[in-house]
Nanobody
């Protein structure tokens, strides 16, 4: 079993910052790519940012220059630093990771339970 637990969400005024964390635990042989998704109210889930095990990053155009994804491979944790937040960033943010549980097992995708981010105008 693999668990992803997000933290760091909350209510912030427009222009403010938040830092999300997502810790992976359980049966982890290799932690590959990790990603942050978000689901705004009434909309579909969308990719926000991703990071490979080697540290290569990718961002959605809407957050480039404002959000930064990073990871700590010792702590099996991925972070999302969100600056210059806008009301349209309001969403439930989900952590996602590709995890290989054992040497002879294939990699599977796991999701966290989500954390609410609300940006007031």
């Amino acid at each position: 079993q693999v668990q992803l637990v997000e933290s760091g969400g909350g209510l912030v005024q427009a222009g403010g910052s938040l830092r999300l964390s997502c810790a992976a635990s359980g049966s982890i042989f290799r932690l590959n790519a990790m990603r942050w998704y978000r689901q705004p109210p009434g909309n579909q889930r969308e990719l926000v940012a991703g990071i490979t095990s080697g540290g290569s990053t990718t961002y959605a155009d809407l957050v480039k220059g404002r959000f930064t994804i990073s990871r700590d491979n010792v702590k099996n944790t991925v972070y999302l630093q969100m600056n210059s937040l806008k009301p349209e960033d309001t969403a439930v943010y989900y952590c996602n990771a590709d995890v290989q549980p054992g040497w002879f097992t294939s990699s599977s995708m796991y999701w966290g339970q989500g954390t609410q981010v609300t940006v007031s105008s």
